[in-house]
């Protein structure tokens, strides 16, 4: 759990620019295993921080491969590719990717702290990519847009 903890941290850490590369280094040899289960987006967040794209890549893969329901499917498909883009500074496509799930996303299953991380990813890359209407929607809890999944 501590190690939940501390990529959750660092995540946050990273929306407000405050997180250093040695402490995600220090983090990767524990995710490594941990990829294989449940905890599979803590693990893609690791690899992506330490430039470790090939296995965020595999991992994206195989979570989305394995998963039966296709709505989770769905959903998976824009939280990896919302992450993944943020990570690369691409912040329009990252906030397009998320905001169109932030309103079914408890349907997703995850903690509240697990779905407010991805709210936030959502609001900060809402920021940097100057849409500070929407940005301003989502903090104000108001409805953004959404698809049919």
């Not at 893609?44 to 296709?70: H, P, Q, R, Y």
């Amino acid at each position: 759990m501590e190690d939940l903890d501390a990529v959750a941290l660092l995540w946050r850490l990273k929306l407000i620019s405050k997180d250093k590369l040695s402490d995600w280094k220090e983090l990767l040899p524990h995710w490594e295993s941990y990829s294989k289960n449940s905890f599979y987006l803590h693990a893609f967040l690791v690899f992506l921080a330490n430039g470790k794209n090939d296995l965020a890549n595999e991992l994206m893969e195989s979570s989305i491969n394995n998963n039966c329901n296709i709505y989770n499917k769905k959903m998976l498909i824009h939280i990896f590719e919302g992450l993944k883009f943020f990570s690369e500074g691409d912040y329009v496509s990252a906030y397009h990717a998320l905001s169109v799930i932030l309103n079914s996303i408890i349907f997703f299953g995850g903690s509240n702290a697990q779905r407010d991380l991805l709210e936030m990813t959502a609001i900060v890359a809402a920021i940097h990519a100057g849409y500070l209407g929407k940005a301003k929607k989502l903090i104000l809890g108001e409805a953004c847009s959404t698809v049919v999944l």
